[in-house]
Nanobody
């Protein structure tokens, strides 16, 4: 049972990346899947979450209008599409799963390893 985050990399400000959170050993469709990030020297921060009904929760207003979350139908995965990236979006991005809903990060029971996103010119 695991989550695998991928798709990170180095991108210039204003660029885009799509992160993927692939689930194995369980059906991600039955879980809320959240994306979280942690920048160096900062606390972990919630980004976006999609619940079992596909309702979306923004944990931070800083990504509204730029980031979207969606389920990859046909695949046991969830995407985080990141557009208009800013230097301050630089962080390690993690995905996590919870069988209750989009709650606080500490309530998510399953976590994947992180993927590094670096926004720099």
């Amino acid at each position: 049972v695991q989550l695998q985050a991928s798709g990170g990399g180095l991108v210039q400000p204003g660029g885009s990346l799509r992160l993927s959170c692939a689930a194995s050993g369980f059906n991600a469709r039955h879980y809320a899947i959240g994306w979280f990030r942690q920048a160096p020297g900062k606390e972990r921060e919630g980004v976006l979450c999609i619940n079992m009904r596909d309702d979306i929760t923004y944990y931070t207003d800083s990504v509204k209008g730029r980031f979207t979350i969606s389920r990859a139908y046909g695949k046991n995965a969830v995407y985080l599409q990141m557009n208009s990236l800013k230097v301050e979006d630089t962080a390690v991005y993690y995905c996590a799963a919870d069988d209750t809903g989009c709650r606080h990060a500490s309530d998510f029971g399953r976590w994947g390893q992180g993927t590094q996103v670096t926004v720099s010119s």
